[in-house]
């Protein structure tokens, strides 16, 4: 799956609560594919390989793929989300949970650019069964209403906080109407 529409599903799937950590949620949605991103810009500028060898022979080299699979690694992202779990942060589940979706959506769209989803455990390479790159793949139909769906979700918020009652905006914008605050008489903010 494109690393964009990853963020869309984890942030439908993960964030769409207003309340909930999604600055955390889209970077643990992203962040499994950065390396991939470096690799490219590496090969191609610094040593200024042929985008044809870097995807066809580089992209398979054992240190790139190593690299790659702990990225995707669904053992240290279960360990990651424990600790987060134990530790009581709700933000650092999310992010776990987020880094996770990543490889359990990843796994069954990836052919032979499959990962080693559970390394360091098992080194070997998992594929999946149907392609979002191959050319011919309808695969982008899903991508495309995936992040169409999120856009729509985060317009459709927007729309909503525009037109709640005129009173909600006045005490969002004046602290000592919000609960538990004591009132402050020395406040004088035009409302």
Request: charged residues 20%; proline residues 9%; contains cysteine.
């Amino acid at each position: 799956m494109n690393t964009p529409t990853h963020a869309a599903l984890n942030f439908l799937v993960l964030g769409r609560k207003p309340d909930a950590p999604r600055a955390w949620i889209v970077l643990g949605a992203v962040l499994p594919d950065v390396p991939m991103f470096a690799f490219f810009l590496y090969e191609r500028q610094v040593r200024g390989e042929p985008i044809g060898r870097i995807f066809r022979e580089t992209y398979f080299r054992p240190e790139w793929q190593t690299l790659f699979d702990a990225f995707h690694s669904i053992p240290i992202f279960a360990l990651l989300g424990l600790w987060f779990l134990w530790r009581r942060n709700r933000t650092g589940q999310l992010f776990a949970a987020s880094l996770l979706l990543h490889s359990l959506v990843d796994w069954p769209t990836h052919l032979e650019d499959a990962h080693a989803y559970f390394w360091p455990i098992w080194r070997a390479p998992l594929p999946g069964f149907v392609s979002y790159w191959h050319p011919g793949s309808r695969f982008w139909l899903l991508e495309l209403s995936i992040c169409a769906s999120a856009l729509a979700w985060l317009a459709v918020e927007r729309v909503r906080q525009r037109i709640r009652a005129p009173g909600d905006r006045q005490r969002a914008n004046n602290p000592s109407q919000w609960p538990g605050m004591p009132a402050d008489p020395g406040l004088k903010r035009k409302i």
